[in-house]
């Protein structure tokens, strides 16, 4: 639906609400929203590719007017696993490309310790793919803002497997309030895909007494890995 349809709706409405009451309706009061054409994946642009070219272009949300560069995801376009992350930070911002910054390192050695890499058999990506002032955790409406093109890069990629690195990554993958703490380990089922949820590798960096349970937690993603791809690890 574009923009323009979305007004005469808002409007039709408004004015119906209006007459009900015989006064302006309080259902209505304030500004109206900030309406945005709904984002359209066609099937010439289910590729990767044209899927983050998309991605390049989105104004959808207000972290746009603060980014240095857009940050679609980065790996191979027929993925094992698929790595879900919140949001770009400051060295991601600069470079255009996902954890990068220490946390990145980290996450590197959690996944070549169970034979994955961003160049040969994963793709990594984030709910948000522009970074939030301060690193914060993006807000519900840029999370919905940006969610069409996660779900795209999902149906492009299919991946086997999907790995949430944190609660930001699974509360807004399943739309639900569960964090890392209680889905951690745990294999879920994200319409018809595997998914494992463990720590966010700067979560780790912050608190190292996890690194322990995280590494459970990997092993749990590489034994479903491997019943999937008995000899993906070879």
Request: net charge neutral; glycine share 8%.
């Amino acid at each position: 639906m574009t923009k323009d349809d979305k007004i005469k709706i808002y409007n039709l409405l408004k004015t119906a609400s209006d007459s009900l009451c015989g006064y302006a309706s309080p259902d209505f009061a304030g500004e109206m929203p900030e309406f945005q054409d709904d984002i359209v994946i066609t099937s010439s642009d289910s590729t990767i590719s044209h899927i983050n070219k998309k991605i390049a272009e989105c104004k959808r949300c207000g972290l746009c007017a603060g980014r240095l560069n857009v940050v679609p995801g980065m790996g191979v376009e027929k993925p094992l696993a698929l790595v879900i992350g919140e949001g770009p930070g400051e060295e991601e911002d600069k470079q255009g490309k996902p954890f990068v910054g220490p946390a990145g390192q980290l996450l590197d050695k959690m996944l070549s310790a169970i034979n994955l890499y961003r160049d040969k058999n994963c793709y990594i990506a984030n709910i948000v793919k522009c970074r939030p002032p301060m690193n914060r955790n993006p807000l519900p409406e840029e999370a919905d803002a940006c969610r069409p093109f996660l779900d795209a890069q999902i149906a492009a990629l299919k991946p086997k497997a999907i790995l949430c690195a944190g609660s930001v990554a699974v509360k807004n993958l399943f739309h639900s309030e569960e964090g890392v703490m209680k889905l951690h380990g745990k294999i879920l089922d994200y319409k018809g895909i595997p998914v494992v949820t463990t720590w966010h590798p700067s979560a780790l960096l912050r608190a190292p007494e996890n690194k322990r349970p995280a590494w459970e937690d990997l092993k749990v993603f590489k034994n479903l890995l491997l019943g999937i791809v008995p000899d993906y690890d070879k």
